[in-house]
């Protein structure tokens, strides 16, 4: 009984899988063939390329300030290097507290990601799921979006579609 059971269940199962349309796109493919996109990483670059400088200054400052210590505390008296040594960690937590408003999780960095790439993905799956309901497709997946998808046939690829009904053209100019 516990058999015919399994049996119906996959039975069932692959009949509805049947009935079913699936599509893919390659969102990394789109987004490399958006001008908007381009410029957006471009600009994202060289906001987080000037603030690594700036931790970098930052860094050698606090570097130049142990160096100096280490040539003079033959000098100084024992409370004296305390205070500097206080002082060089006081510094070295600033920088990497800095560094963490820039860079870290909910940094800057990300938040200016956010800012500029989140509207040009919202786009895109507006247009995805726009081209899914018109076409009548029940599953579209991110190609590179997990390992789940196995194998992808090209006749499935919708990027191409996808990119035309954004007004992008992917053919090389003058072709």
Known sequence: M???????????????TFAQKFAYVDMDYILGKLPQYSEAQ???????ENWQKDVETRMKSVDDMYKQFQAEQVLMTDPMKQQKIKEIEAKEKEVKDYQKTKFGPNGELFKKRQELIKPIQDKIYDEVQKYAIAKGYDFVFDRLSGPTMLYASDRL?????ILSALGVSSKP???
């Open 2 to 16: 516990k058999k015919i059971m399994i049996i119906m269940a996959a039975l069932f199962m692959s009949a509805t």
């Open 42 to 48: 471009k600009q994202l670059d060289k906001t987080a």
């Open 157 to 161: 690829n919708k990027s191409e579609d």
């Open 173 to 175: 100019e003058g072709k």
